[in-house]
C-alpha cells in the first residue's frame, strides 16, 4: 500500500459553521455565523489555542473568531469548504464530505407527516401517536412527556430538517421496543413516494417535565447510501474505517471496519484516543454531536462555548500524540447558530483545519473550497485510491 499518511484523523465537529453560504438565502440563514456569534457572545473569553494554532481565525483574518487570535504562523492549514448538497441536514454533510454530494431533495413535513404514516406507525407499533408536527426536540418532552408516561403513546415530531423524530421515555417503552418502531419507521421513508434523510428515536428519562432529559441511547437510522462513498473505496481497497459518533449510522454501517458509539463529546474524544493507540492504517472519522444536540438546537451559546473550549483542550492530547505520518482533519457538516431564530440548522459555510506534525507546508491557505467532497478527495489520493471524481484533493497543500 502506497499513501503520504498513513492514517488520517477526521474530526466533523457537528455544526460548527464559520459564516453564511452563499445559499443561505434559500435556507432563511442570511447572517448566521455559528462560530463568530460564539466568539461574540463571549467577548473575547473564547480561549481556544489549538484550534488557534492551527489556523481557525487565519480561515477569516479581516474577521477573526473573537478570542481566537490569528496565528503567525500557524502550525497547519486551513480554509473553508461549501456544502453544495440540496439539504442541510447531517446526513448532507457527512455524505458530501465522502464525496457523495446530495443532489436532490428530500422531503420535509413542515405541516406534519401524512395520515397514512400515522396510521401505519400505530398499527405496527400498537401505540397511539401524538404531537406530529415540526417541535424543538427538548420542548416536545417537556410539553407532552408527562402525557407520554401516562399513556405510553409515541411523541411524533420533525424539523426543518428532513428528519423523523420519535421520543419516549425508557421506562415507559423500552429502549429495544422504541428502536424496533424507528426501524419500521424508516421503511416507511425509503421512497419512491416519499424520501427522507434519517429516523432518530429520542429516548429521555426522569420524573417530571421540569427534569426531563434526553440520553445517549439516541440512534439514527440513516437513508441507506445512494452510490459507494470514501468509506467504501477505502474498505473495499483494504484500507482500516474506523468510525466514532453516529458516523456509523449517517452511512448505515457502509463501508465501516469498526465502530464505536458515543455517550458525549468528551467519550468520544476517548474513542479518538483508543483509535490512535491502535496500529490501523487508513481513516478514523468521528462526529461528536454535542454541539448541535445539545446547545445549537437549544440555542444556547454559552454551552457551546464551553463545550469548544472542552474539546479544545483534549485536541491538544491528541496533537501532542500524533504521529508524522498522521494526518488530522477538523470540519463540520453544517451550521446551527446558537444566536439565531428558530431552532433548527444554519446553512454556513464550514471550516477545513489540517495538521500534521509532518507537514512540510504549514500556514499554507487552502482558501474557499468549492464542495466538501474536496476533503474526501483528499483522503483517497493520500491513499492512493480512485474514487467517483467527487471533489478536488488538496494534498499537495498538506503534506
Not at 274 to 301: I, K, P, Q, W
Request: negative net charge; proline residues 5%; glycine residues 12%.
Amino acid at each position: 500500500m502506497a499513501y503520504t499518511y498513513k492514517r488520517v484523523l477526521a474530526i466533523a465537529l457537528d455544526s460548527i459553521g464559520i459564516g453564511e453560504a452563499p445559499d443561505a438565502a434559500r435556507f432563511d440563514d442570511v447572517g448566521a455565523d455559528t462560530l463568530g456569534h460564539i466568539g461574540e457572545f463571549f467577548d473575547g473569553k473564547l480561549h481556544l489555542p489549538n484550534l488557534g494554532r492551527i489556523g481557525l481565525s487565519n480561515i477569516r483574518p479581516d474577521n477573526p473568531i473573537k478570542g481566537v487570535p490569528v496565528a503567525d504562523p500557524a502550525v497547519g492549514c486551513f480554509g473553508k469548504m461549501t456544502i453544495t448538497s440540496h439539504g442541510n441536514d447531517s446526513l448532507d454533510g457527512h455524505w458530501e464530505m465522502m464525496c457523495l454530494p446530495v443532489k436532490f431533495e428530500m422531503a420535509t413535513f413542515p405541516n406534519g407527516f401524512p395520515q397514512n404514516i400515522v396510521d401505519k406507525l400505530e398499527a405496527f407499533s400498537g401505540r397511539k401517536v401524538i404531537v406530529n408536527k415540526p417541535y424543538s426536540g427538548t420542548e416536545v418532552i417537556h410539553d407532552y412527556g408527562e402525557h407520554q408516561m401516562k399513556t405510553g403513546d409515541l411523541i411524533l415530531y420533525t424539523s426543518g430538517d428532513s428528519v423523523l423524530q420519535i421520543a419516549a421515555h425508557e421506562d415507559v417503552i423500552p429502549i429495544d421496543e422504541l428502536y424496533r418502531i424507528c426501524e419500521y419507521a424508516r421503511t416507511l421513508i425509503n421512497g419512491p413516494e416519499i424520501v427522507m434523510g434519517r429516523v432518530i428515536a429520542r429516548p429521555y428519562v426522569g420524573p417530571d417535565k421540569d427534569h426531563f432529559t434526553r440520553t445517549s441511547n439516541r440512534h439514527d437510522y440513516g437513508l441507506e447510501p445512494i452510490a459507494p462513498t470514501v468509506l467504501d473505496f477505502l474498505h473495499d481497497a483494504g484500507y482500516d474505517v474506523l468510525a466514532v459518533g453516529k458516523t456509523n449510522d449517517i452511512f448505515s454501517g457502509h463501508g465501516i471496519t469498526k465502530g464505536w458509539r458515543n455517550k458525549s463529546n468528551m467519550d468520544g474524544m476517548d474513542h479518538v484516543d483508543e483509535a490512535m493507540a491502535s496500529d490501523f492504517t487508513g481513516l478514523c472519522f468521528t462526529n461528536l454531536v454535542d454541539f448541535d444536540a445539545m446547545y445549537g438546537h437549544r440555542r444556547n451559546a454559552q454551552g457551546d462555548g464551553d463545550a469548544l473550549m472542552a474539546f479544545d483542550e483534549r485536541l491538544g492530547h491528541v496533537m501532542d500524540n500524533m504521529h508524522d505520518d498522521d494526518l488530522l482533519l477538523i470540519t463540520a457538516d453544517h451550521g446551527n447558530d446558537p444566536t439565531y431564530k428558530g431552532t433548527d440548522h444554519t446553512r454556513e459555510f464550514v471550516p477545513i483545519l489540517a495538521y500534521s506534525p509532518g507537514m512540510s507546508n504549514p500556514g499554507t491557505s487552502l482558501g474557499i473550497r468549492d464542495t466538501a467532497s474536496d476533503m474526501g478527495a483528499t483522503i483517497l489520493d493520500n491513499f492512493g485510491v480512485e474514487g467517483n471524481g467527487n471533489g478536488t484533493s488538496f494534498l499537495d497543500q498538506v503534506r
